[in-house]
């Protein structure tokens, strides 16, 4: 059973960083995702990676376009954590960021593909 946990959320203002770490139990060979969901918005994929993705230049990565160069997400297996690094965030930004796993990979990092979820976290990004 993977078992998740966000944090790093906050408020910062615009063009400012943010770390995200996502805590994880079980992750060995599981395909791990950042997700966010905006009030009255639709989940929507922001950056998700593979089992594979550090251990194999075969390993598999996808981002959202509107996050493409600004964002970056990185696993740390012997620490059991999966970061997403956030920098020039702008307003269209703030959303709660959810951190899921799943035993298979989906190269379209789409929500409902993901079984295991962690809480949430908000991230606000307002002046």
């Known amino acids: 059973q993977v078992q998740l946990v966000e944090s790093g959320g906050g408020l910062v203002q615009p063009g400012g960083s943010l770390r995200l770490s996502c805590l994880a139990s079980?992750?060995?060979?599981?395909?791990i995702g950042w997700f966010r969901q905006a009030p009255g918005k639709e989940r929507e994929g922001v950056s998700c990676?593979?089992?594979?993705?550090?251990?194999?230049?075969?390993?598999?990565?996808f981002y959202a376009d509107s996050v493409k160069g600004r964002f970056t997400i990185s696993r740390d297996n012997a620490k059991s954590t999966v970061y997403l690094q956030m920098n020039s965030l702008k307003p269209e930004d703030t959303a709660v960021y959810y951190c899921?796993?799943?035993?298979?990979?989906?190269?379209?990092?789409?929500?409902?593909?993901?079984?295991?979820w962690g809480q949430g976290t908000q991230v606000t990004v307002s002046s």
């Open positions: 899921a796993a799943d035993a298979t990979w989906g190269s379209n990092c789409l929500y409902y593909d993901y079984d295991y």
């Open positions: 079980g992750l060995d060979g599981y395909a």
């Open positions: 990676i593979s089992s594979s993705y550090i251990s194999s230049p075969d390993g598999n990565s």
